[in-house]
């Protein structure tokens, strides 16, 4: 009798995660690993429910048998109260987007700053970066920021429809990066005006979020502009700085270079991330 393929459960709590391409993603990868890999999205909007079944969800996972948890939109900061621990780069920015579940505790971590940076280090290598705008600083704008300052990115500016949500997050990554490389933005077109990149941190632009985060009127050539979104491969936001002639680059790469740090941390297996990347592509092609 052949050996049983050892077995990893994983769900995604989050909401209108139907176009969620991460159990294709992780599943296929885990078959190719050698698992019996099962990842259920588990979409709160769908079920009638709120952050405040995130406790009851945590342990229910916990008596079920699952590994693990990805933890997406709007659950990354809601769900810091409930858990055990916390790495360090999770306590950092105050943000967790996978949870392990093991021996009775949760143990939260933040893999989507090392995907961000991973991809920009990639995929951006050469832009110039002495002064970048970013849109949003919600669970993954804090990352991101992060990841943008430990890119080597001079200046981070902040912008946000609230100032004073902001706040905090320019205090905790002030504190590790320096005082004078973070700000908030007063004046969006100026801050824009003066920038070398723009940075999308904002749901607008997902299938369940259209529209462009901010006029169009402020794309130029000149500015580089990277989209945290992947579905659809091309935002408006993208689109309308291609069309200016402005470098652009999609979340794709964030996205799988994140969703392997995730599988590394579920299952103890380092994945093929060229093989990842190449499952990410055929999946968004044929979605188009």
């Given at each position: 009798m052949s050996q049983a393929k050892p077995a990893i459960l994983i769900g995604l709590i989050g909401t209108n995660l139907q176009f969620s391409k991460a159990p294709q993603i992780h599943m296929q990868e885990g078959e190719l690993s050698g698992l019996r890999y099962i990842y259920r999205l588990i979409d709160l909007a769908a079920l009638?429910?709120?952050?405040?079944?995130?406790?009851?969800?945590?342990?229910?996972?916990?008596?079920?048998?699952?590994?693990?948890f990805a933890v997406t939109h709007p659950c990354k900061e809601a769900v810091l109260p409930y858990l055990s621990e916390l790495s360090s780069d999770a306590r950092l920015l105050g943000a967790v987007n996978t949870v392990l579940l093991k021996d009775g505790k949760s143990?939260?971590?933040?893999?989507?700053?090392?995907?961000?940076?991973?991809?920009?280090?990639?995929?951006m290598a050469g832009v110039k970066t002495d002064k970048v705008v970013q849109l949003g600083a919600g669970g993954a704008g804090k990352a991101v920021a992060h990841a943008l300052l430990s890119c080597g990115v001079r200046?981070?500016?902040l912008w946000v429809r609230n100032p004073e949500k902001a706040k905090p997050v320019t205090e905790s990554l002030a504190a590790?990066?320096?005082?004078d490389r973070i700000s908030i933005v007063g004046n969006l077109p100026e801050a824009v005006a003066s920038a070398d990149g723009l940075v999308n941190a904002t749901p607008i632009g997902m299938d369940a979020h259209p529209g462009c985060p901010l006029p169009e009127s402020m794309l130029r050539?000149?500015?580089?502009v990277a989209d945290l979104i992947y579905s659809p491969a091309e935002t408006e936001l993208l689109k309308a700085a291609r069309l200016k002639g402005a470098l652009t680059n999609n979340g794709m790469g964030m996205f799988f270079s994140q969703a392997?740090?995730?599988?590394?941390?579920?299952?103890?297996i380092a994945p093929d991330q060229r093989r990842m990347q190449e499952h990410m592509k055929q999946l968004v092609s044929a979605a188009r």
């Open positions: 009638g429910l709120s952050t405040d079944s995130l406790p009851s969800l945590l342990q229910a996972g916990g008596q079920l048998g699952f590994n693990g143990i939260g971590h933040n893999t989507d700053w090392f995907g961000f940076a991973d991809s920009f280090r990639r995929d200046h981070v500016a590790v990066h320096g005082r050539s000149g500015l580089w392997a740090e995730q599988f590394r941390l579920f299952t103890g």
